[in-house]
């Protein structure tokens, strides 16, 4: 069985720092692309960044600059380093993965991490 596990979230200033990390773990034959979502109370959730096997990335503009998207593959871990944070970017974050597994190919998700900005 599959399981993608979110760390990381934390209350923090604004202007300050925050690391979120997913760890996939399972029977996975074969790791694709990963990505991060987040969803603010009352709004939809949307991508924030993603991330192919090889290491190509893509933004929201609206972290473009500020956030950093990296994966470890040996690690089956995607990372999202957040820097400048803002109030707007308080929302539960969610790690997604497209992957291979035992049971075939499937989307997975995380069960999410809070990440709090203060102003």
């Known amino acids: 069985q599959v399981q993608l596990v979110e760390s990381g979230g934390h209350l923090v200033q604004a202007g300050g720092s925050l690391r979120l990390s997913c760890a996939a773990s399972?029977?996975?034959?074969?790791?694709?692309?990963m990505g991060w979502y987040r969803q603010a109370p009352g709004k939809r959730r949307e991508l924030v960044a993603s991330?192919?096997?090889?290491?190509?990335?893509n933004y929201a503009d609206s972290v473009k600059g500020r956030f950093t998207i990296s994966r470890d593959n040996a690690k089956n871990t995607v990372y999202l380093q957040m820097n400048s944070l803002k109030p707007e970017d308080a929302a539960v974050y969610y790690c997604?993965?497209?992957?291979?597994?035992?049971?075939?190919?499937?989307?997975?998700w995380g069960q999410g991490t809070q990440v709090t900005v203060s102003s």
């Open positions: 991330i192919t096997r090889g290491g190509i990335t």
């Open positions: 399972g029977s996975i034959f074969s790791l694709n692309a």
């Open positions: 997604n993965a497209d992957l291979v597994a035992s049971s075939g190919y499937g989307t997975y």
